[in-house]
Structures are given as structure tokens and as C-alpha cells.
């Protein structure tokens, strides 16, 4: 993940093919894969607007799949409040699944990874 531009609260980022998979991967765990008690406190976004960032994500995603072969890069403009929601997913699929070999076979990435991803995503928003 590398930050492109800020201007105010508006952010332009380039995310990484499997950056985006796994940020996808994450909503649709906290969305579909198990409960999460008080999800707009616990996400910062009631269910409907997760379920639409996964949405974008996922359309980002597979135009980039779809397209040029040789591309690996995604570039999105976010909101620091988006990206916070971000982080908040990430790091609940984080907590709910401790066991390694769960992670990975539900994520298709390791705990490692992830743990990197939300310490570029914190860095974005400070």
C-alpha cells in the first residue's frame, strides 16, 4: 500500500491485486462469515455500508483481473473515515480467528500479512 496524494480528507492510495483481495476477503467475513455483536461500533459503519465498500472493492478488483495482465496495482481515492473502517474489519477478523490454519484457509493470506496491511492503513490516516 502506498499513499499517492491527501487533500483534506480525501485520500488517493495504491493498493496491491492482493491487498484489495484481502480487505475484500475481511468484509466478507465480518458481513457473511460470523457474527459481529454491535457491528456499527465494533466496524464504524452500519452492515448495509460494509456490504457496499466489499462491493466496490470487489468491482475493483476483478476490472483489474479483467484487464491488463500485467497490471498489479489499484489505485483508490478513500476518505480517512473509509479507511478506518478498513482497519476496524482487519482487525476484527484478526481477533475472531486465532487459530493460523483458520485464518489462512479463510483469508488466503497469514495473520502476518494482515498485521502489515493494517499498520500501512494506520500510517495513511495519521
Known amino acids: 500500500m502506498f499513499v499517492l496524494e ?10 496491491s491485486k492482493e491487498e484489495v483481495r484481502v480487505i475484500h476477503q475481511a468484509f466478507n467475513e465480518v458481513c457473511h462469515g460470523y457474527e459481529v455483536n454491535d457491528f456499527r461500533q465494533v466496524i464504524g459503519v452500519e452492515k448495509e455500508a ?20 500485467n497490471k498489479s496495482h489499484i489505485e483508490l481515492s478513500v476518505t480517512t473515515d473509509q479507511l478506518r473502517v478498513f482497519i476496524n474489519t482487519l482487525n476484527e477478523v484478526d481477533r475472531e480467528m486465532d ?13 502476518e500479512n494482515v ?5 500501512g492503513l494506520v500510517k495513511a490516516v495519521s
Open 6 to 15: 491527501r487533500k483534506d480528507n480525501s485520500i488517493r492510495v495504491r493498493f
Open 50 to 69: 460494509a456490504i457496499s465498500e466489499m462491493q466496490k472493492l470487489r468491482s475493483a478488483y476483478l476490472n483489474l483481473k479483467e484487464g491488463d495482465e
Open 99 to 111: 487459530h493460523k490454519w483458520e485464518f489462512h484457509s479463510r483469508m488466503g493470506t497469514h495473520k
Open 115 to 119: 498485521q502489515e496491511l493494517v499498520s
